[in-house]
């Protein structure tokens, strides 16, 4: 069993538990893997088509687990012996942790995400970035002083969602 009373190790994890797969055909992903790495851990989940990760901040025993209780003060994920193998998720995570990309590109990301959030209320949007010129930021938009196909750097932090293909 392991039990996260910390409020920002919980919002961590049910992150990560929001992508187990729900279908129960697929025994292999439903359920959320725990790898320790020295004094933390990496919980991961997906359910084929998303994958969801974070870093725990303390260890956690290795294996299987599904989330048995949650509340906004506790989670309790209880250790789980009959799940398949995980499939490799790391070929999946991109190796560079930077990612190049035109302040248009950008723009329309900021554009599609404020469309999406209006009809589906989407919890806010948070993006680490930084240019190499002074930026501005706005509800719509997002531009800088220089030229447009300046690079900007994304930074992340301690959460991770990857969008896998779809299987047609």
């Known amino acids: 069993m392991i039990t996260i009373t910390n409020k920002e190790e919980i919002e ?3 992150f990560v538990a929001s992508a187990v797969s729900t279908d129960k055909t697929m025994d292999a992903m439903r ?3 725990c790898e320790p790495d020295g004094e933390t851990s990496r919980f991961v989940a997906t359910d084929g088509h998303r994958a969801h990760w974070a870093t725990m901040s303390e260890a ?3 294996g299987a687990y599904e989330v048995i209780k ?3 003060t506790e989670l309790v994920l209880r250790r789980i012996t009959d799940a398949g193998q995980f499939p490799d998720y790391r070929s999946c995570i991109p190796a560079k942790t930077e990612l190049d990309i035109s302040v248009d590109v950008l723009n ?3 554009k599609t995400y404020t469309i999406f ?3 589906h209320k989407f919890q ?3 993006l680490d970035y930084k240019y190499f010129c002074e930026a501005v930021s706005t509800a719509h938009t ?5 030229d447009p196909h300046q690079p900007v750097v994304f930074t992340g932090n301690y959460t991770g969602a990857v969008v896998m293909p779809c299987r047609m």
């Open 108 to 110: 329309q990301v900021w």
């Open 31 to 33: 359920f959320v893997l």
């Open 124 to 126: 806010d949007l948070a």
């Open 12 to 14: 961590k994890a049910l």
């Open 60 to 62: 956690h025993p290795a």
């Open 117 to 119: 959030n209006r009809a």
């Open 70 to 72: 949650k509340s906004k």
């Open 142 to 146: 997002i531009s800088t002083t220089a």
